[in-house]
């Protein structure tokens, strides 16, 4: 069964960065499409950043030239880097991971299995 663990969540102040890590274990298939979601209170869960199984990647307009999703150093790790911070990127992150390789929107029903997120709290 596929477990993905979250990491490097915190509090920063705006216009700061934080980086988080995904670390998933017990992959069945050598390609995942891997994302990134967050919701915050009150909200729905939404798609941040999304890195499919040959590579591509795709961002949503809230964050595209702040946030960057990478392959890890460590086999089957997944980072977000989070550049320029605003308040409003305040969430709970949560990494996904889906069977599907080849092309990875950001749409939550996609995935099939999800981390326990990373809480992120960005202050003015």
């Known amino acids: 069964q596929v477990q993905l663990v979250e990491s490097g969540g915190g509090s920063v102040q705006s216009g700061g960065s934080l980086r988080l890590s995904c670390a998933a274990s017990?992959?069945?298939?050598?390609?995942?499409?891997m994302a990134w979601f967050r919701q915050a209170p009150g909200e729905e869960r939404e798609g941040v950043a999304t890195?499919?199984?040959?590579?591509?990647?795709n961002y949503a307009d809230s964050v595209r030239g702040r946030f960057t999703i990478s392959q890890g150093n460590a086999k089957n790790t997944v980072t977000l880097q989070m550049n320029s911070l605003k308040p409003e990127d305040t969430a709970m992150y949560y990494c996904?991971?889906?069977?599907?390789?080849?092309?990875?929107?950001?749409?939550?029903?996609?995935?099939?299995?999800w981390g326990r997120g990373t809480q992120v709290t960005v202050s003015s």
């Open positions: 996904a991971a889906a069977s599907g390789w080849n092309g990875a929107p950001l749409a939550s029903a996609y995935y099939n299995f």
């Open positions: 017990g992959y069945t298939q050598s390609r995942y499409s």
């Open positions: 890195l499919d199984g040959l590579g591509g990647t």
